[in-house]
């Protein structure tokens, strides 16, 4: 049983709109969260965590927004750009529980169109 | 750059063969992480060190054979594979284990 999922497998949109890439998660011990980008054939690379104490967090172009309640996150990129065009994994994982590792979703791949 | 790195970045090895992956990082961090990236599934963890010392082994074939000599160096020692263990093989590394965690940019392995 997938605990994070990502259940959007692909995702287009055309340069300067928004990119909005979801992911949903089970276990409520959860407390901290991770989006990490990844092109083909490299290591995923960090973007943006959020702490469960926070509802927003804000770099730059990227905004991540966690809804407790929901056990949902979200990822918002605005202006997408082509660069922009990777696979987005979000992760999770129990920081308080000292020991808990990560758990990452599917992966959603971002298709930025010109 | 992310101060993980991988080497060799390729590596195509027959089933009979006995072949090691590398994974160095200079963060100074304390936990290391291989994991397993086949294609069209999510990212696989399969072993976590703390302080040298192996913590978790989720379920993997003991055909894959880690090693920490220390907190800046670990290794994935293979033998024998199947031609289905062909993946990109991840390290990262965290200051503490489930913290954020930096990757190197893989060995791509091809099992024949």
């Known amino acids: 049983d997938q605990q994070v999922k990502q259940n959007s497998p692909s995702l287009s949109v055309q340069e300067g709109r928004i990119s909005i890439l979801n992911c949903d998660y089970t276990?409520?011990?959860?407390?901290?969260f991770l989006w990490y980008k990844k092109y083909p054939a490299e290591g995923p690379t960090f973007l943006i965590s959020?702490?469960?104490?926070?509802d927003k967090n804000e770099d730059g172009r990227f905004t991540v927004f966690l809804n407790k309640s929901a056990k949902h996150l979200s990822l918002h990129i605005v202006p997408s750009q082509p660069g922009d065009s990777a696979v987005y994994f979000c992760?999770?994982?129990?920081?308080?529980?000292?020991?808990?590792?990560?758990?990452f979703g599917p992966g959603t791949r971002l298709s930025v169109l010109p | 750059e992310t101060g993980v790195t991988q080497t060799p970045r390729h590596l195509v090895m027959g089933m009979t063969n006995k072949k090691s992956l590398k994974c160095e990082q200079h963060?100074?961090?304390?936990?290391m992480y291989w994991y397993k990236q086949s294609a069209k599934k999510p990212l696989e963890l399969m072993f976590v060190?703390?302080?040298?010392?192996?913590?978790e082994n989720n379920s993997v074939p003991s055909r894959f054979s880690p090693e920490c000599p220390n907190s800046s160096h670990l290794f994935l020692h293979l033998h024998t594979l199947q031609p289905e263990d062909s993946a990109l093989y991840l390290c990262?590394?965290?200051?503490?284990?489930?913290?954020?965690?930096?990757f190197g940019q893989g060995t791509r392995l091809t099992v024949v």
């Open positions: 990262a590394s965290s200051q503490v284990v489930g913290g954020r965690a930096f």
């Open positions: 276990n409520s011990m959860f407390d901290y």
């Open positions: 959020i702490s469960s104490i926070k």
């Open positions: 992760a999770a994982s129990a920081r308080d529980n000292y020991g808990q590792n990560f758990v």
């Open positions: 963060l100074g961090h304390n936990a």
């Open positions: 060190y703390n302080f040298k010392e192996q913590t």
